[in-house]
């Protein structure tokens, strides 16, 4: 699953705020989301928790259309930091640090 990031576009980093979101809700300040609000994409991805002048920052929560979702740390709109990823097709999960929107370090992958 990909994150959305600023401007780039691959299975990691995915599109920037500048593209078009079927509804953006929340705090605006100088027309740029600013505090606590949710976009989503036109893709089904939704992403509800902080944002830092239109990028999703601090903490969050992204939901994909397949139903994964990853809550927890998120910088420039990636997942970076703690948090934890659960499968919305497996019964996969992974909980742990993040670096540039990939799993890092010590694996607590859980398998029920």
Known sequence: MGDRG??????EVGRGMECH???P???FSEG????QGTYIWADGL???GDFVKNIPMNHGVYTWPDGSTY???????MRNGF?????????VSYIGHWCHGKRHGKVG????
């Open 6 to 11: 600023v401007g780039k576009r691959n299975s």
């Open 21 to 23: 979101s079927v509804h």
């Open 25 to 27: 809700q929340g705090m």
């Open 32 to 35: 740029l989301m600013h505090g």
């Open 46 to 48: 939704k992403y509800e």
């Open 71 to 77: 809550e927890g740390e998120v910088i420039n709109g």
């Open 83 to 91: 948090g934890m990823f659960k499968c919305g097709t497996q019964p």
């Open 109 to 112: 992958e859980e398998y029920p």
